[in-house]
């Protein structure tokens, strides 16, 4: 069964923006606190940032100040608003809860280069 659908990668040039969305299933959604991890090419996947139900957010040092997670409780859906991309965003994007209880999703990929 599918539990995360991460959606919105793409191509952006240094300096730009790109927003990603997570669809994820009710049951999951409503009751945790849901997490962008992202994996580099060689390296290990690591922690963006977290979202609680409430809305209180946490973000990894690399990205504060310039990514901004959201989530529609009502659409159990999550965003990841990435602004002031840089080449070392590049990596595979994927959502799940925070801590981490379920299986990963497909992800999406996110390629910061001009």
């Known amino acids: 069964q599918v539990q995360f659908v991460e959606s919105g990668g793409g191509l952006v040039q240094p300096g730009g923006s790109l927003r990603l969305s997570c669809a994820a299933s009710?049951?999951?959604?409503?009751?945790?606190?849901m997490g962008w991890y992202r994996q580099a090419p060689g390296k290990q996947r690591e922690v963006v940032g977290s979202?609680?139900?409430?809305?209180?957010?946490n973000y990894a040092d690399s990205v504060k100040g310039r990514f901004t997670i959201s989530r529609d409780n009502a659409k159990n859906t999550a965003y990841l608003q990435m602004n002031s991309a840089k080449p070392e965003d590049t990596a595979l994007y994927y959502c799940?809860?925070?801590?981490?209880?379920?299986?990963w999703g497909q992800g999406t990929q996110v390629t910061v280069s001009s």
């Open positions: 799940n809860t925070r801590p981490i209880f379920y299986s």
């Open positions: 979202i609680t139900p409430g809305g209180n957010t």
């Open positions: 009710g049951s999951i959604f409503k009751n945790n606190a």
